[in-house]
């Protein structure tokens, strides 16, 4: 039975099965309002679009590309806040404050 739908049909069946996956991408990132997750979802397009990597690749490459983005991004990556020494200190650093002044 699938041999009587014509070609035309099934192609379009095909490209209209690709769009709902995307589809279905954008509204999820549009509910989680990402805008600036934006330029990695359209690398991920692009990647998949011209290379011939499996599922398994490009999830390694979005992997480590997230890896990476966390590491150098300010948002995720602050530096520690000294906070007051607690009070059952035996002062044995005295002296190194001493000398830093």
Known sequence: MLDAIPDVVT????VAGG???VVGYAMVINMMRAGYLMPFFFLGFVIAAFTNFNLVALGVIGLVAAIVYIQLS???NQPAVAGPAPSGTSGQDDD???ELD
């Open 19 to 21: 769009m709902i996956v």
């Open 96 to 98: 190194l404050d001493d």
């Open 11 to 14: 192609g379009g069946l095909n």
């Open 74 to 76: 300010p948002k995720y």
